[in-house]
């Protein structure tokens, strides 16, 4: 039990001492999910949308890929962006290994199934009950899509929370492509994956709870943005 | 078409990541014995200082650092497992493989020894007396230049160790602070080279039980990437910061370095 005590002491040293590479550390993990989370929304909810309002065949089938790429271990697409990537790959002229865009790439596809499955079950429901009124006053399918969207905000917050959760608490997929490397590289998981291989436990798990305290701060963020979002809605 | 796109993609990128991805860093890969001991935290300072050059370090086992090397994904290799980095030099992925320094394995184990390995007169009689007691032993499993060592010291004991994986001998597939964070769990035998050991924070009831003998020798080689192999690869400055190890001045300052009083590594270019 000495080891849970030493690393909130710990955690609470770094925090109140502005430790500057803790801080640097944080930055770096915070830049990278956030933007990935971006890209992946900006290529993700059009996706959802048109999967939701449109029938084709291999619909379904799109759906269920998405749906079970949900799942896919981070570290195999570590290592698909690493070959991706690699100076001897197809996009190795890009010269990105070991930077932080290929961790930003590496979690576009961790992210992106779930931005996409989460938003086209959501855009389904919201589709039932707007698509006669859409046709009735024929509404361009582009003016549409902005409804759905902003019609649905506080689920798609939800849906935000689920992709940034996935994107800064991974490890497997980032150390592959990122390297870990100094200042340049490494993040809160892959700081605590190396303090853990050092030994020192409760500075691992200091980091750990603090990574949980970020993200029950932006958590709660989220829920006071939901709840203002609603009380807009109904009064 | 889509390589302009990029440019400007990269341009607003840069602005959030202002780290130096175009710049003439260099990129070495190296092990993770090499790294966790804080070598490179001590030595790269010293080295940026006088030449303002950048030193990226990607710390793996030996063998995916060679891989990745393979791959042209390194400037400089700093790895320990001799014949492998040979046969890349052969393989035309290295230009000349130099002796950089040494330090040495050490079998690490539970305080009250139960196999007695520490009256051991020879590495041979003290993997046989683990052997014979069939007590765990906790190797890496990761085709690591340690786990390469250690194979070959079964093999000198005349132990095909492969019959016993699972049972006593468990093979962890991992880094050395992870195998010995479950040696330490364990409380079983296990082979690390020194320099993690000493700055391995949780050793609970481990120690050293048996080392000083020659086999136990463990040789650091580096090897700058083929530049005909690999176009991309920061050839001018790797073989600055190359030339700057083997010197006089590289060597006495790796000397130099100790952790808790204890020099970690031994120059010894030729």
Redesign the interface.
């Known amino acids: 039990m000495e080891v849970f005590l030493e690393a909130f002491i710990t955690a609470f040293t770094l925090i109140i001492n502005f430790d500057v590479s803790l801080f640097e550390i944080v930055g ?1 993990s915070f ?2 999910s956030v ?1 990935s989370l971006l890209i992946a929304s900006i290529i993700g909810f059009p996706i959802g949308v048109f999967l939701a309002i449109t029938r084709f065949t291999g619909r379904s089938l799109i759906i269920t890929v998405f749906n079970s790429l949900m799942g896919m271990p981070p570290v195999v697409v570590g290592l698909i962006v690493y070959l991706l990537v ?4 197809p996009l ?1 002229w ?8 290929a961790m ?1 790439l590496a979690q576009l596809f961790l992210i992106l199934p779930i931005i996409i499955s989460l938003s086209t079950q959501i855009f389904v429901e919201l589709h039932k009950e707007y698509k006669d009124f859409f046709v009735i006053f024929s509404v361009p399918p582009r003016k549409s899509v902005i409804t759905y969207i902003s019609d649905s905000k506080d689920s798609l917050i939800t849906i935000f929370l689920a992709g940034f959760g996935r994107a800064v608490s991974e490890v497997g997929a980032v150390i592959i492509v990122g ?6 590289t490494r993040v809160m998981t892959t700081t605590i994956a ?1 303090e ?6 409760p500075l691992a798990l200091a980091l750990g709870i603090i990574l949980l305290f970020i993200s029950l701060i932006i958590n709660l963020i989220a829920n006071r943005l939901k709840i203002k979002i609603n009380k807009e809605t109904y009064e | 078409m889509i390589k302009n796109n ?1 440019k400007t993609v ?1 341009l607003i ?1 840069m602005l ?2 202002p ?1 130096n ?2 710049g003439k860093d260099i ?1 070495l890969q190296s092990t ?1 014995s090499t790294k ?1 001991s804080g070598f490179y ?1 001590y030595i790269l300072p010293i080295f940026k200082e006088q030449t303002g050059i950048n030193v ?4 793996v086992g030996t063998g995916q650092a060679i891989k ?1 090397a393979e ?3 390194a400037d400089l290799l700093i790895v320990h497992a001799k014949s492998d980095e040979e046969a890349f030099v052969a393989n035309g992925n290295g230009i000349k493989r130099h002796n950089l320094m040494y330090n040495d394995f050490v079998i690490i184990g539970p305080r009250v020894d139960p196999a007695n390995i520490s009256k051991s007169k020879s590495t041979e009689e003290a993997l046989n007396s683990i052997f014979e007691l069939g007590y765990n032993f906790i190797s890496r499993g990761d085709n690591s230049g340690t786990h390469k060592k250690e194979k070959k010291l079964w093999n000198n004991a005349k132990i095909d160790i492969s019959d016993y994986s699972g049972k006593w001998y468990k093979e962890t597939g ?5 195998t ?2 479950i040696a ?1 769990e364990l409380n079983a035998y296990t082979l690390s080279d020194r320099a993690t050991w000493i ?5 609970k009831n481990l120690e050293v039980l048996f080392h000083n003998d020659k086999k136990l020798f463990n040789q650091y080689g580096a090897i700058l990437v083929n530049p005909q192999k ?1 176009p ?1 690869t920061n050839i001018e400055d790797s073989k600055v910061f190359l030339d700057w190890l083997l010197s006089k001045e590289g060597q006495n300052t790796i000397k130099k370095y100790k952790v808790n009083g204890v020099q970690l590594f031994y120059p010894n270019a030729n």
């Open positions: 770096l830049k990278i933007t690699s100076r001897s790959g190795g890009l010269e990105i290994l070991y930077t932080p865009y930003i390297g870990n490397i100094d200042h340049v190396l853990t291989s050092k030994g020192d436990l | 990029y990269m990128l959030i990541f780290s991805i175009f990129l993770t966790n935290t990226k370090v990607v710390a990745n791959n042209c994904d991992s880094g050395m602070g992870t010995l964070n330490s700055t391995f924070k949780n050793k690999c991309n």
